[in-house]
C-alpha cells in the first residue's frame, strides 16, 4: 500500500514540472460559415500562455482570393489584455494582421499564466458567393512574446520562437485557418424523378411545376435555433430561372421565357410553365436547368436540374377530299356536289396526312353518314396499305351490276 501511495505522489509531482515549464500555443479556429444566411465569417484566436504573462502576438494572414477582412469588426478580450495598448486587425501590402503590443514595461500586465485557452481575438471576413465547400487561409507568425512573473515589473520580454530549445520559450501556431461554407439552403430534384407528360396533353393549357411539389422536390435550410439544416416539406420556394440547352448542343443562360421546337417555357409567379408545340414528342427527354430561391428572409439561392419525357400519342390521320370523278368539290358553285352514274366507276382522290406517318388502309366512305357499298381498291393495284405523304392516292369502287 506504501508503494502505491509514494508511486502515485512521485506521478502528481511531475505533471505539475511539466505544466510549468510548457511554452505558448496559438489556436486558430474559422467558425463554420452559413452561405445565404451569414453575413460575414468569424476566426476566432485562442491562446494558452503557460508559464509566462501574455504581452505580444502579431498574426499575419495572407491574401486569399474571395476573402475580404472587416478591420472595423475585429473583437479583442480586453480582459487579458493591457488598457496601456490597443489591439488592432490592420491591411499590409500583401496580407491582412491581427495584432496586439503590449506596452514596455511590465507594469501594465496583462493575462496571468494557464493551461487552457483563451480567446484573444475574433477577426471577420466576408467571403465571395463564388467561393464553395472551404476556404484556406495562410497564417504566419511574425511576432509573439511575454512577461515572466517571477521578476516582478522589472524583468526583461520573453521572446517565443518555433525552433526555440527551450521549452518554455517554444510556441506552436498553426500554418493556416480553414472556414467551412454550409449552403443554408439545399433544394433539389428527388433522385430518379422526372416529369412524363403525354403529347399534346398540354398544348393548349400549360403543364405547371411548383417548386413546392413534394413529388419532384425537395430541400433542407439553416435552422438558427438548432444550428443545423433541417428537411422544409413542402420545400418553401419558388423558382427564379430557367435555361434549356440549344440546338447546337450548348446551354443558354438562365432566364424567364423560352421558346423553340418544344414549345413555350416560362416562369410564372415563380412556377415553371410548359406549353408543348402540337405533334412534338421526345420519348428520352429534355433537361430543364433551373435557380430556385427561398422564401425566407434572407432569400438564399440553390440550383438544380430535372428531365422533362414527352410520350408520344397515335393521332389520327388527316384526310382530304381533293377530287371526286375529275371534279374538285371546292371548285363546284354553292350548291353543287360532284355527281356519278348509278353502276359506275367512282374515283375519289384523296390526299392523305399522319404525324408518326403510319402507313393507312380505307376502311369506308360515307355519304351524309351512310356508308358507300362497294369494294375498295387502290387505282392501278398494288398494296391497300399506303404510306402517307403530300403526293395524291386514287381508290375506285367496284359498283354491283
Not at 491581427?98 to 493575462?111: C, E, S
Not at 352514274?341 to 369506308?364: S, W
Not at 403526293?391 to 354491283?400: G, M
Amino acid at each position: 500500500m506504501r508503494t502505491k501511495i509514494f508511486l502515485t505522489a512521485i506521478l502528481a509531482f511531475g505533471l505539475g514540472i511539466l505544466n510549468t515549464y510548457a511554452g505558448m500555443t496559438v489556436t486558430v479556429e474559422g467558425v463554420d460559415y452559413v452561405k445565404g444566411y451569414a453575413e460575414k465569417a468569424a476566426i476566432n484566436i485562442y491562446v494558452v500562455t503557460d508559464t509566462y504573462e501574455f504581452h505580444t502576438l502579431n498574426l499575419k494572414f495572407r491574401q486569399t482570393a474571395g476573402v475580404t477582412p472587416i478591420f472595423a469588426d475585429a473583437e479583442f478580450n480586453l480582459d487579458i489584455l493591457s488598457n496601456a495598448s490597443k489591439p488592432a486587425c490592420v491591411s499590409s501590402a500583401n496580407d491582412w494582421r491581427v495584432r496586439y503590443i503590449g506596452p514596455p514595461t511590465a507594469t501594465g500586465k496583462g493575462q496571468t499564466p494557464t493551461t487552457t485557452k483563451v480567446l484573444f481575438a475574433t477577426a471577420y471576413v466576408t467571403l465571395d458567393a463564388s467561393l464553395s465547400d472551404q476556404v484556406v487561409i495562410p497564417i504566419e507568425l511574425t511576432k509573439a512574446s511575454g512577461w515572466d512573473p517571477n521578476e516582478g515589473t522589472t524583468g526583461a520580454q520573453v521572446e517565443y520562437t518555433a525552433a526555440n530549445d527551450d521549452p518554455t520559450k517554444k510556441i506552436t501556431c498553426p500554418a493556416a485557418v480553414t472556414i467551412k461554407i454550409l449552403k443554408g439552403f439545399n433544394f433539389g430534384t428527388i433522385a430518379g424523378k422526372e416529369v412524363s407528360i403525354a403529347e399534346d396533353a398540354y398544348s393548349q393549357t400549360p403543364f405547371k411545376l411548383a417548386a413546392t411539389n413534394t413529388t419532384y422536390f425537395e430541400s433542407t435550410e439553416w435552422d438558427k435555433a438548432q444550428g443545423q439544416l433541417v428537411a422544409v416539406v413542402p420545400p418553401q420556394a419558388k423558382f427564379t430561372g430557367i435555361a434549356i440547352e440549344r440546338p447546337d448542343g450548348t446551354r443558354n443562360g438562365y432566364g424567364t421565357l423560352f421558346e423553340d421546337e418544344k414549345g413555350k417555357l416560362e416562369i410564372v409567379n415563380g412556377v415553371i410553365e410548359y406549353t408543348q408545340a402540337e405533334n412534338y414528342f421526345n420519348e428520352e427527354g429534355f433537361t430543364v436547368w433551373y435557380q430556385a430561391q427561398s422564401n425566407n428572409g434572407t432569400k438564399p439561392t440553390d440550383t438544380g436540374e430535372i428531365l422533362i419525357k414527352v410520350t408520344p400519342v397515335n393521332d389520327p390521320p388527316v384526310v382530304t377530299i381533293t377530287k371526286i370523278n375529275e371534279q374538285d368539290p371546292k371548285a363546284l358553285p354553292e350548291g353543287k356536289y360532284p355527281e356519278v352514274e348509278e353502276n359506275q366507276l367512282l374515283v375519289v382522290e384523296i390526299e392523305v396526312t399522319d404525324v408518326e406517318n403510319d402507313p393507312f388502309d380505307i376502311a369506308a366512305i360515307t355519304l351524309d353518314g351512310d356508308e358507300i357499298a362497294g369494294a375498295w381498291q387502290p387505282a392501278g393495284g398494288g398494296a391497300r396499305h399506303r404510306q402517307p405523304g403530300s403526293r395524291q392516292v386514287c381508290f375506285h369502287q367496284h359498283q354491283p351490276p
